[in-house]
C-alpha cells in the first residue's frame, strides 16, 4: 500500500524552481514531516553521474534517442533505489522535474514520437506516477533573462534555441491540459510571495 | 543501399575477444581495406562517458532496467554517429561487442524479459543489425583464469558469480542456435593461431 506522497516541481529554467522547492522544505520540515529532498536528472549516484553526460555543454552531437535513453536510466534508478522506498517508509518525496520534463523537452519541443517516450517512460517507472506535477509557468525569455542574470554559464538544454523552449513550455501546459488530476500550472510571473503561497496550497492539499 | 560492412566479436571476458580483434585489424588492413575499429559500450565520447558508468565497480545497486537503457543509449549514439555513416562510405566496421551481449547478460544471466530487451534494442538501433557476430566460446571459469593472470581488477560484470557467466555464455550459443545466419561460434578453448585462422575465414566470407 502506497504511505507516502511524491510531489513534482517542473517548469522551464529561471521560473523559480529552486526557490519554491526551498519554500516547500521548509513548509514541510515546521510541519514535522519526513522530507525526501530530491531532482533529475540524478537523486542517485548513478543517477548524478548520467546527469553529467546529460547537461554537459561538449556533447551537442547527442542524438534523441540517446538523450532519451539516459534520461530513462537516471529515472529507473531514482525511483526503485530512491523514490519508491521513501513512499513505502510513509515519507514525502519533493523532486525537482519528473517524467513530465522528458514529455516536455524529447516530445513537445525535440520532436521524438510521444508513443515512442511514453514506452520508455513507462518502463523506466513502471507504472509508478507522481501524487501532483506543479508546472511553474513562465515565458522562457524571462526565464533565460532570470538564468543569465545569475551569472552562470548555460547547460546543454538551456543552449537550445527560443522556438525550442517556447515549445517545451507549450508541452508542460499541454500535460497539465490533459491531466488535471496530477498537473497544476502556477503562473510564475507572479510576485514571489504570491507564487509560493499557491504551491504551499497545493502541497496542503495533497498531503492532507 | 548498404556499401560496407559491420563484424561484430562477442563472447565472454578472456575468451580473446582482444587478440582477434587485432588479427582482423591487421588482416583487412592488409588487404587495403578502409577499417572503423570500435566497442561496445562506447565507440562515441558520449558513449564512453556511458562505459565508465557501466563498468565502474563502485555502483554494485545499479538496477537491471537501469543498466539495459544505459546500454542503448550508447549504442543509440554508436550507431547513428559512428556505424551508420562508415558503412555508407563503405567501409567495415568492426566492433568489439554489440546487441549480443546485452541479450545474453541481460537477459539470459540476469533475467531480464527478453521481449523487453527487444523493444529497447530495437529503439537503439532502429532497424540495423551486424553482417555477422563471432561469438568466441569458452569456459567461463578458464575466461576468468586468463583475465586474473594478466594482473588487472575485475570491473563490475566480471565481478558477476560463475552462475551468471554460465547463463551468459549459454546465452550466446542460444543466440547462434537460433539464428545461424547472422551469428558463427568459434571454440575459443582452440590454440590461438586456430582460433585466428577461424576467424578469418568468417571474415573472408562475409567480404568477399
Redesign the interface.
Known amino acids: 500500500m502506497r504511505k507516502g506522497h511524491m510531489i513534482v516541481c517542473d517548469g522551464g529554467n529561471g521560473a523559480g524552481k529552486t526557490t519554491v522547492l526551498k519554500a516547500i522544505e521548509v513548509h514541510l520540515q515546521a510541519k514535522g514531516r519526513e522530507l525526501v529532498m530530491t531532482r533529475e536528472p540524478g537523486g ?3 543517477g548524478e ?2 546527469r ?2 546529460l547537461l554537459s555543454p ?2 551537442p ?3 534523441g ?2 538523450e532519451l ?2 534520461f ?3 529515472r ?2 531514482h525511483v ?2 530512491r523514490i519508491l522506498p521513501a513512499i513505502a517508509a510513509g515519507k514525502i518525496v519533493v523532486s525537482d522535474r519528473f517524467d513530465s520534463a522528458t514529455v516536455s523537452f524529447q516530445h513537445y519541443a525535440r520532436g521524438l514520437p510521444l508513443d ?1 517516450i511514453h ?2 517512460n513507462s ?2 517507472i ?1 507504472g509508478f506516477k507522481p501524487d501532483i506535477t506543479i508546472i511553474l509557468d513562465l515565458d522562457p525569455i524571462v526565464g533565460l533573462q532570470r538564468v543569465s542574470s545569475r551569472g552562470e554559464g548555460l547547460d546543454r538544454m538551456e543552449q537550445e534555441s527560443m522556438d525550442f523552449l517556447h515549445k517545451a513550455r507549450h508541452g508542460y501546459l499541454e500535460q497539465a491540459k490533459n491531466d488535471p488530476a496530477h498537473f497544476v500550472v502556477i503562473d510564475s510571473s507572479q510576485p514571489l510571495e504570491k507564487v509560493i503561497i499557491d504551491v504551499i496550497h497545493v502541497v496542503d492539499r495533497i498531503i492532507a
Do not use: G, H, S
Request: proline fraction near 3%.
Open positions: 542517485t549516484p548513478i553521474k548520467v553529467e553526460i561538449d556533447t552531437e547527442m542524438c534517442v540517446t535513453m539516459l530513462a536510466a537516471a529507473a534508478q526503485r533505489e515512442l514506452k520508455i518502463i523506466a513502471d
